[in-house]
């Protein structure tokens, strides 16, 4: 098993939702500085950076078609970092993945990836 574990993808219909966890396995986020990325990849197209929160602060931030239907938030009890998206469309349809770097020691870690089909 890899340092992080993503879950929660699925088929789902156009307009659904669905929140991804990334749970970390071999490290506890919430004893390091961390910067936890989520990023995707459709069929055919080249990996894209959305979603970005920077722990302790919890500072997020998003691309533009993320923001206002995405958020990105922690559950330190579960070691664990969601991506929660609403008002999913086909475009959403990727493999998405979780990174980890951990900045005061220059160590990252990337997920398998969980993939997510937005359909009828």
């Known amino acids: 098993q890899g340092q992080l574990v993503e879950s929660g993808g699925g088929l789902v219909q156009p307009g659904g939702s669905l929140r991804l966890s990334c749970a970390g396995s071999?490290?506890?986020?919430?004893?390091?500085?961390?910067?936890v990325s989520w990023h995707r990849q459709a069929p055919g197209k080249e990996r894209e950076l959305i979603a970005v929160?920077?722990?302790?602060?919890?500072?997020?931030t998003y691309i533009e078609s993320m923001k206002g239907r995405s958020t990105v938030s922690t559950d330190n009890a579960k070691n664990t970092v969601y991506l929660q998206m609403n008002s999913l469309n086909a475009d959403d349809t990727a493999v998405y993945y979780c990174?980890?770097?951990?900045?005061?020691?220059?160590?990252?870690?990337w997920g398998e990836g969980t993939l997510v089909t937005v359909s009828d």
């Open positions: 990174h980890a770097v951990l900045r005061d020691y220059g160590v990252d870690y």
């Open positions: 071999a490290f506890t986020f919430s004893n390091y500085a961390v910067t």
């Open positions: 929160i920077s722990l302790p602060s919890g500072r997020t």
